[in-house]
């Protein structure tokens, strides 16, 4: 068979704003004279992990954050020499390699601890390690009333440089007093373990902490959602710029009668004749099905316009009825720069964190800078 066929445009693409995330990363820098953390986890929140360190590579970050090693191995392989923190807890059969990549990892035992210090010993390196305490996420952590007497010991270790001191935010945009009380807990701690001299980073405050406290002792932040458009904080999303806007096109057009239904369940039946436009894109694509039934809505060409009926794998329906000019092959913003991601997530009962992690690898990343 020939390949001698014109490129088809794609049926679903999402349009990434590089430009727009660097200016969302100086909001993150307004908090105050502090380092920045860059969380590119989850493939960079579904925006595209080697494109989206590339991007940010060259804007004075210290680290990229990433859940797993896999993560960073793929950010080293893309050429980015910004240093590499794992976010979360490691296990044994990784560490050589986390040594051997010179990745950051933050230590919740006194195991964790001293297996890298063995293996730094093998290397003849000296490591470079952050200590995670647990002020009241209860994923990971040393105690708070464990790491004072702890400390020395993990001092001991000659292979390490304990360079920093971290902690999570598990409700910043949902427990104003229990989120203050942390950073209260977080300043008191490191007093009791000798004071800011004992670690040469301190970090606690995600995009919410950042945006909406103050981080007295902290000389590290780590954006993450916010990097990407979003606040968690309403107060604060005018501060921020739209970075991905999600988009398909219409494949169909068709005028059905009154009684007709519409996609799986037929919990949709038209009540007059009705103008349906089927759009190529569908919870496949990672557009959530939770908004069927729920007045969600598309913008298209300047209009909102609802979604009627089931969404579906791959198709969603949309009543165009009274807009002539709408055609086949006309553009459609599922949500974006005219229609924000929170409205759809509150619409589908989800969190945007979600929305933005569910987009499909078949849906196509086109990035402008």
Not at 234 to 257: D, G
Request: aromatic share 8%.
């Amino acid at each position: 068979m020939s390949n001698d066929f014109p490129v088809s445009p794609p049926r679903a693409w999402a349009e990434i704003d590089l430009a727009a995330m660097r200016r969302n990363l100086e909001v993150a820098r307004q908090s105050g004279p502090v380092d920045v953390m860059a969380v590119v986890k989850a493939d960079a929140y579904g925006h595209g992990l080697e494109q989206i360190s590339k991007g940010l590579e060259h804007a004075g970050i210290l680290f990229f954050g990433v859940a797993n090693v896999g993560e960073g191995r793929r950010i080293q392989a893309a050429g980015v020499k910004t240093r590499i923190y794992l976010l979360g807890a490691t296990w044994a059969a990784e560490r050589d390699e986390i040594v051997t990549r010179d990745f950051t990892p933050c230590l919740s035992s006194m195991v964790e601890a001293q297996d890298f210090d063995r293996i730094a010993k093998q290397r003849g390196v000296r490591f470079r390690v952050h200590l995670a305490l647990d002020t009241g996420m209860g994923r990971g952590g040393f105690l708070i009333d464990e790491l004072p007497e702890l400390l020395p010991k993990l001092q001991s270790l000659e292979n390490l440089e304990i360079e920093g001191l971290g902690s999570h935010l598990p409700s910043a945009d949902e427990d104003e007093a229990f989120t203050k009380r942390q950073f209260a807990v977080f300043r008191e701690s490191i007093e009791k373990l000798g004071g800011i001299d004992q670690f040469k980073i301190r970090h606690l405050a995600n995009s919410a902490g950042l945006l909406g406290y103050e981080g007295e002792v902290c000389n590290l932040v780590r954006p993450g959602l916010m990097l990407y458009g979003i606040s968690p904080l309403p107060a604060f999303q005018e501060k921020l710029s739209n970075v991905l806007t999600l988009k398909s096109r219409i494949t169909l057009i068709r005028t059905l009668p009154p009684g007709h239904g519409v996609s799986y369940g037929r919990e949709f039946v038209t009540s007059r004749p009705t103008r349906v436009a089927t759009v190529g894109i569908g919870y496949g694509d990672g557009y959530p099905r939770q908004v069927s039934g729920k007045d969600a809505e598309v913008w298209i060409k300047g209009q909102r316009f609802p979604i009627i009926g089931r969404v579906t794998m791959d198709q969603t329906m949309i009543d165009v009825t009274g807009a002539d000019e709408i055609a086949e092959g006309d553009e459609v913003e599922m949500f974006g720069a005219n229609l924000s991601v929170t409205e759809v997530s509150k619409k589908a009962g989800m969190i945007v964190w979600e929305i933005f992690t569910g987009i499909a690898p078949r849906v196509v990343r086109c990035y402008q800078d």
